[in-house]
C-alpha cells in the first residue's frame, strides 16, 4: 500500500529544485506500524459474558512468541488460544469468567506487521465483567538474590488476601511477567492493599507448590495510585538529529519501583541418587542432599570394619569411601547393605535401607594385564641397556606415588601452595620437605605450616589427600620480593598403599609492594549482620574476599587492573551467601555491587564511602549477564534510502498519526 508521503517528497524534491532527478527503484518502504481499529467486545466494555474476543487491525500483522509473550491475567488455569491471521487476533478463554472482575491480556511487543515487521510496541487489551474496568498499575523489578542479574520471564503476581498462606495454596489474583530486563507491570488492577510476589511457575498452578521453584516474596503492603504527570518525547529529525522535544502529560501509576529479590530455598529431600567406583581402591556414594547422620554400611562379603577413609564433600551429599585394604582393593564386587536418612511422603526424614552391588570399572584381571604388559616393556628395556653395556636394574622399582605441587605464577604474599595426592597420605615426613629464601647467593631455610584440606566427620577416619604450605609466621604471609624455594626429597609422603613421593622442586618469586594497591571500602551499615566484600573482575567473577563487622572492607594485595565490588550480609557469619525459605520467612542474604567500576593502578591505594540504599542501579551493567533483547523499532529505511537518492524524505508521523487507509 503506497503511502500518501511520497507525493509529499515528490512535491518537495520539485519545489527545491536541490534535488536529484528519477524515481525510487522499488517504492518506499512500509513504516507505519498496525493500528488496532476495533475489537468485539469492544476494547474496555463492561458486562462482557463471553469469552472469545477478537481484535481488529488496518493491515495484515502477525503475532509472535504468543505461548511466552502473552500474558492474561487474571491468570488462567487452562491455556487460552490466541491465533493471528490476516488483519485480526483471537482470543478464546478456556477458564469460565469470574464476576465483577477486570481481565487483561497484555500482549506485551507481540504484535507486529506482516510485511516490514513494524512494531505496534506494547498493547494490552482489556475489558471487564462488571460494571467498571479497573486501571491501576504496579510495576517493578525482579533480579537474583545472590547476584542481582535481571530475571527474565518468570511470573510476578498479586494477592489482596495478605495471609502468607495465599502464596502456597490459592493462585494468584493479577500477573505480569518480567521482560529481559526483568522488569514487570501488572495491569488492570484495583484499589486497595497487595502483597506481590514472584514464581518460577514449574507446575502451571500460579501459586508456590514445589520446593524447586524459583520465588521472592516481600511482605511491605502495596497501595496502587496514581498521578498526574509530564514526560518528554523527543521528536528526531533523523538518526542523529533532534526536530523536537515535546512534553506530554500522562498518568503516572504507583509504586513503579517494586524490587523482588528471588531465589531457589535449598533443597533439602534427602534421596540416595547411585554409587561409582572408576578406579578399584575407591567408591563414592551420591545423595541429594547432605546429612551429619553418615550412611551406615555392612558388608556381605568383607569385613566393613575400619575398611575405609572417608572424604566428604562441603554439604555431605557426595561420599567418597577409600579402601584401606589391598585384599579388598582386588575384589571386583562390593556387595553390601546401606542404611540412610532419606525424605518420606511426609517430608520427614526416616532410615531407608537399600542393597547395593558396587562394580570396579577395571576389574582385577585388566589391572594385573596391564601391570604384565609394564612388566614386559620394562623387561625388554632393561634387555637394550645390557646389550649397549649400560647400566641394568635386576629389580623393578615400583610405581611411584605421584604428588602434584601447585604453586601460582602471580603468587601473592597472603597466597598458598597447595600439595595434592591421588591418594589418601598415611604418613608425612616433614624433614624431607625444605622451604628457603634467597638471600643474595644464598638460600636461608624457612619454618614452614602444613595443614591438611578436609572435611572432618564423626564416626569414620577422614582421608587426606590435599595440604595447604604457608610461611609459619603469626601472619603467615611471604616476604614481598622475595624468591622461595621447595624441596620436597624422595619419600617425604608415603600413602596407605605403601607408594612414596618421588623428589620434587619448585621455585617461585613473590612480587614486590610496587606491584600492588589496596582497596578501602567503607559500607554504610544497613542491617547488624557482618558484611562480607568480594572483589570482582569483569566476568563477575571473585578475586579477593574480606569480611568485616563495622563496614570498613580492605581488600589488599590487588593487582592492577579493573574491578567491582560486591557485599553481603552474612547473618550467619558463615562466610558465604545463604539463601532464603518462605516457610520460616526467612529471605535470602541481602546482596549489594557498587555502583561504579574500579581503575586500580600500582601503588596507588583506593578508598571509598559507599551507601547502598542511595544508590539507583541494583548492578554495574558491565558485568550483567543478563543483556536486554534488540528492542523493536522500525527500521527508518526510507531515510537511507532517500539520503542515497539525494532527495529529500519526509517521515508521515510528520504530518499525521492518522491509521492507515
Known amino acids: 500500500m503506497r503511502k500518501t508521503f511520497v507525493l509529499l517528497a515528490t512535491a518537495l524534491l520539485i519545489l527545491t ?130 547476584n542481582m542479574e535481571p530475571i527474565k520471564g518468570i511470573l510476578v503476581g498479586l494477592y489482596n488476601n495478605l495471609s502468607d498462606t495465599a502464596f502456597t495454596t490459592t493462585p494468584m489474583l493479577r500477573v505480569a511477567r518480567t521482560d529481559s530486563r526483568g522488569r514487570f507491570v501488572i495491569k488492570g488492577v484495583a484499589p486497595g492493599e497487595y502483597h506481590a510476589y514472584a514464581l518460577q511457575d514449574n507446575d502451571g498452578n500460579y501459586f508456590f507448590s514445589q520446593k524447586n521453584e524459583k520465588i521472592a516474596f516481600s511482605h511491605d503492603i502495596i497501595i496502587p495510585s496514581s498521578k498526574p504527570d509530564v514526560k518528554q518525547d523527543t521528536i528526531w529529525q533523523d538518526s542523529l538529529r533532534i526536530a523536537d522535544i515535546i512534553p506530554t502529560g500522562y498518568t503516572h501509576f504507583l509504586p513503579d519501583n517494586i524490587v523482588l529479590r528471588a531465589f531457589t530455598e535449598v533443597q533439602t529431600d534427602r534421596y540416595y541418587l547411585k554409587n561409582e567406583r572408576k578406579q578399584a581402591d575407591n567408591f563414592t556414594l551420591f545423595f541429594t542432599y547432605g546429612s551429619d547422620q553418615l550412611p551406615e554400611i555392612k558388608g556381605f562379603n568383607f569385613n566393613e570394619q575400619e575398611a575405609f577413609l572417608l572424604e566428604a564433600s562441603e554439604h555431605l551429599d557426595t561420599l567418597r569411601y577409600w579402601l584401606k585394604d589391598t585384599m579388598l582393593v582386588n575384589q571386583d564386587t562390593l556387595s553390601m547393605q546401606l542404611t540412610y536418612l532419606a525424605t518420606d511422603s511426609t517430608g520427614m526424614l526416616q532410615p531407608k535401607t537399600d542393597t547395593l552391588q558396587i562394580l570396579s570399572k577395571e576389574t582385577y584381571a585388566k589391572r594385573m594385564k596391564d601391570k604384565q604388559k609394564e612388566m614386559e616393556k620394562w623387561a625388554k628395556s632393561q634387555e637394550k641397556a645390557k646389550k649397549k653395556g649400560k647400566e641394568v636394574q635386576t629389580e623393578m622399582p ?190 535470602a542474604e541481602n546482596v549489594y555491587y557498587y555502583p561504579e567500576k574500579l581503575e586500580c593502578k600500582a601503588h596507588w591505594p583506593i578508598v571509598k564511602n559507599w551507601n547502598p540504599a542511595t544508590q539507583k542501579t541494583l548492578k554495574p551493567s558491565e558485568i550483567t549477564k543478563q543483556k536486554p533483547d534488540k528492542e523493536k523499532k522500525i527500521r527508518n529505511q526510507n531515510q537511507e534510502r532517500a539520503r542515497k537518492m539525494g532527495i529529500i524524505y519526509i517521515p508521515p508521523n510528520s504530518y499525521n498519526n492518522n491509521p492507515k487507509k
Open 17 to 146: 529544485g536541490c534535488a536529484k532527478m528519477g524515481q525510487p527503484d522499488g517504492g518506499w518502504y512500509d513504516e507505519t506500524p498496525p493500528h488496532v481499529i476495533g475489537a468485539i467486545p469492544n476494547e474496555k466494555s463492561t458486562g462482557v459474558n463471553t469469552r472469545n474476543i477478537s481484535i481488529f487491525f488496518d493491515e495484515f500483522i502477525k503475532i509472535d512468541n504468543a505461548t511466552e509473550k502473552v500474558v492474561v491475567s487474571p491468570p488462567q488455569i487452562e491455556a487460552p488460544e490466541i491465533k493471528g491471521a490476516g488483519r485480526r487476533i483471537t482470543v478464546e478463554l478456556k477458564d469460565s469468567l469470574i464476576p465483577n472482575t477486570t481481565y487483561t491480556i497484555d500482549f506485551s511487543d507481540a504484535i507486529s506487521d506482516n510485511n516490514e515487521g513494524n512494531p505496534l510496541g506494547n498493547y494490552a487489551y482489556s475489558f471487564s465483567t462488571g460494571d467498571h474496568i479497573d486501571t491501576m498499575e504496579v510495576a517493578g523489578n525482579v533480579v537474583e538474590a545472590e
Open 398 to 587: 615400583p610405581t611411584p606415588l605421584e604428588v602434584v605441587v601447585n604453586i601460582k605464577s602471580d603468587m601473592t604474599p597472603d597466597g598458598y601452595i597447595t600439595i595434592e595426592s591421588p591418594t589418601p597420605i598415611l604418613h608425612i615426613d616433614t624433614t624431607k620437605i625444605h622451604l628457603s629464601a634467597r638471600r643474595d647467593t644464598l638460600f636461608d631455610d624457612k619454618p614452614f605450616h602444613l595443614e591438611c584440606v578436609k572435611r572432618e566427620t564423626e564416626g569414620m577416619e577422614t582421608a587426606k589427600r590435599i595440604f595447604i604450605l604457608t610461611p609459619d609466621s603469626t601472619d603467615h604471609l611471604w616476604t614481598m620480593g622475595k624468591q622461595y624455594s621447595l624441596v620436597l626429597d624422595s619419600a617425604a609422603f608415603t600413602d596407605i598403599y605403601g607408594k612414596v613421593s618421588n623428589e620434587i622442586k619448585k621455585g617461585m618469586t613473590i612480587r614486590s609492594e610496587e606491584d600492588f594497591t589496596s582497596i578501602t571500602m567503607q559500607v554504610a551499615r544497613l542491617e547488624e549482620a557482618p558484611y562480607v566484600g568480594q572483589l570482582l573482575d569483569k566476568q563477575d567473577k571473585v578475586v579477593r574476599q574480606a569480611t568485616s563487622t563495622d563496614g570498613k572492607i580492605v581488600f589488599n594485595y590487588v593487582k592492577p587492573g579493573e574491578y567491582y565490588v560486591k557485599v553481603f550480609a552474612d547473618n550467619n557469619n558463615n562466610g558465604r551467601w545463604d539463601t532464603g525459605e518462605y516457610a520460616s520467612n526467612q529471605q
